[in-house]
């Protein structure tokens, strides 16, 4: 029984359209408002991440947009951005849809993902301060470290002032790193 729920669970990554990139952007938005709503207790005001800053991150030099699926079903995406000379890639932006959370497949994602750029020297990404449950997942799950804590104190140099929702530490940012061993892959060839 455990061998046929994991052969059902197969995770592939497939390239998003740029006519699905609507449909990404408002499943994105579901998924996080959903974690803000239950973290701030009340309902938001905006979509977070706002429009503009999805919309920057489908336009970064560099980024490819996926959607992670589960045999047919679209389960998740990500977007990241690519640096093949330096081996520096980001994990910019990461959900599972919120019916689909719990079940492996954030941690089966990424490893497709680590796969698919097996050359990767480091992976880069940042969460809220609040969002224990991606702290747990990209730490415990992934193996990311901490490396930074983004607060007006330590301000993230990449982003502008601007707060994302009216709470005074509302930008404070985890920022993450992975440090890859590709030996095995430095190795085969």
Known sequence: MVQEREESQKIKLVTAEPSSLTEFKLALQDSFRVAAEADFGHPLEEPIPSDDDIEKSFNATGAVTYWIMEDEQRVGGAVLVIDPISG???LSLFFIATSQQSRGLGLKAWKAIEQEFPFTKVWETVTPYFEKRNIHFYVNRCGFKIV???????????????????????DEMFRFEKIMDNTDEINKN
């Open 148 to 170: 930074d804590f983004y607060n007006r104190y330590h301000p993230d140099p990449h982003q502008d002032s601007r707060q994302i929702h009216d709470e005074e530490d509302g």
């Open 88 to 90: 520096r890639n980001n």
